[in-house]
């Protein structure tokens, strides 16, 4: 009888190796006298380009990341001038984030790493097999949303 996989212990060790490993992914997709892009920045850099001018609040949405989270990356990203942080023209209290050219000059490199960690992650696994995953993780996100005993 085969014990149960140690899921907790699985995704906090993938999860951790994944970003370590995209990080270098990404780090080699960009030129050398550029900064590389953390993938939390990337996120951000990817969602501006769909969606330019997001509030951090449909930003930190976005990423799935707390708000607080979002304001220090932007900082550090304004810091790079990848992109800009500006007062809504409706409520100044709101912040707009623009992405600027040198971020944007960063997108065809992260979308070639994105597109080789995305074939790597699933090589060897079917359609169906690749579909019960994401169910899972999605499973897993929503779980503070359940009711518990």
């Known amino acids: 009888m085969s014990s149960r996989p140690r899921l907790i212990f699985l995704l906090n060790s993938a ?6 490993w995209m990080a270098a992914q990404q780090e080699l997709a960009t030129p050398a006298a550029v900064p590389a892009a953390s ?4 996120g951000v850099l990817f969602t501006l380009d769909k969606s330019d001018g997001v509030t951090m609040g449909e930003l930190a949405k ?10 220090g990356l ?5 810091a790079l001038q990848w992109v800009s942080r500006r007062p809504c023209t409706l409520d100044a209290r709101t912040q707009r984030v623009w992405l ?16 080789r960690i995305n074939r790597q992650l699933t090589d060897g ?11 899972w ?3 897993v996100q929503h779980l503070h949303t359940q009711d518990t005993p």
């Not at 932007?74 to 304004?78: G, K, S, T």
């Not at 600027?100 to 597109?115: H, Y």
């Not at 696994?125 to 169910?135: I, K, N, S």
């Open 137 to 139: 993780l999605q499973h």
């Open 15 to 20: 999860q951790r190796h994944l970003q370590q």
């Open 62 to 71: 976005a990423l799935d990341l707390a708000p607080s989270a979002v304001s």
């Open 39 to 42: 993938p939390a920045q990337s």
């Open 74 to 78: 932007i900082q550090r990203m304004e």
């Open 100 to 115: 600027l050219d040198a971020g944007r000059t960063q997108l065809p490199a992260l979308r070639s790493a994105l597109a």
């Open 125 to 135: 696994f079917t359609d169906d097999e690749l579909q019960t995953v994401a169910r």
